[in-house]
């Protein structure tokens, strides 16, 4: 009942195009869902985060996306650059809880 | 403002020796946790903090030890290196993990064992 569950593992993407991840979770308890990026030899960086009260929010070309109902929330990025290319990782927490989970990661390519 | 800054960023180690992990933040964060990254399994919880004084055991303790004297620091100890426990290790830290100012990262430590 703690897993998010992310796919794809990889994706490419053509310049220009839209990337999209996908994640599942099942603790309805979650009430916070971040999406951390994460380039070759750094640590993961937060990008984006959304609340369950809300069904999408906008920064910039990097959307989510949430469906509460589905227990499902998915990242978009719009107009895909090369220097999108990274692993992107999702994640959820509870509360005050000091734990987050994170999914299993999604490398994406953006090809020139 | 030097965020998450965890030494060594690469270690090799024979299997049974020990060694420890840094980890220090200046920012003044309560909570701390220690991941490890493999490939296709995400980040995973080994121990986290709420504070000096306070550990809790994440999804994978087993191995690992941790203590918090202090708010900056949180050393991550390994008892018996064992080569399961090669991995890319990373410390975290946050004012508030539920509210929106989310992980700071440090840039990992890349640990081998042999």
């Known amino acids: 009942q703690q897993q998010v569950k992310q796919s794809p593992q990889s994706l490419i993407v053509q310049k220009g195009g839209i990337s999209i991840i996908n994640c599942a979770y099942e603790?309805?308890?979650?009430?916070?869902f971040p999406w951390y990026q994460q380039f070759p030899g750094k640590g993961p960086a937060l990008l984006i985060a959304?609340?369950?009260?809300?069904s999408e929010k906008k920064e910039g070309r990097f959307t989510i996306s949430f469906n509460k109902s589905a227990k499902q929330f998915s990242l978009h990025i719009m107009d895909s650059q090369p220097g999108d290319s990274a692993t992107y990782f999702c994640?959820?927490?509870?509360?005050?809880?000091?734990?987050?989970?994170f999914g299993s990661g999604t490398r994406l390519s953006i090809r020139p | 403002n030097a965020g998450v800054t965890q030494t060594p960023k690469f270690q090799v180690l024979k299997t049974g020796q020990s060694m420890t992990l840094q980890c220090a933040q200046d920012?003044?964060?309560?909570?701390m946790s220690w991941y490890r990254q493999d490939p296709g399994m995400g980040l995973r919880l080994i121990h986290y903090?709420?504070?000096?004084?306070?550990?809790d055991q994440g999804e994978v303790p087993n191995g690992y030890n941790v203590s918090r004297s202090t708010t900056e620091d949180f050393p991550l100890r390994l008892l018996s290196a064992a080569p399961s426990q090669t991995s890319v290790y990373f410390c975290?830290?946050?004012?508030?993990?539920?509210?929106?100012?989310?992980?700071?990262f440090g840039s990992g430590t890349r640990l081998t064992v042999v």
């Open positions: 975290a830290s946050t004012y508030s993990p539920g509210q929106n100012y989310g992980y700071t």
């Open positions: 603790n309805t308890a979650f009430d916070y």
């Open positions: 959304i609340r369950p009260d809300v």
């Open positions: 994640a959820a927490s509870m509360g005050s809880a000091s734990k987050i989970i």
């Open positions: 920012m003044n964060h309560e909570y």
């Open positions: 903090s709420v504070g000096a004084g306070i550990t």
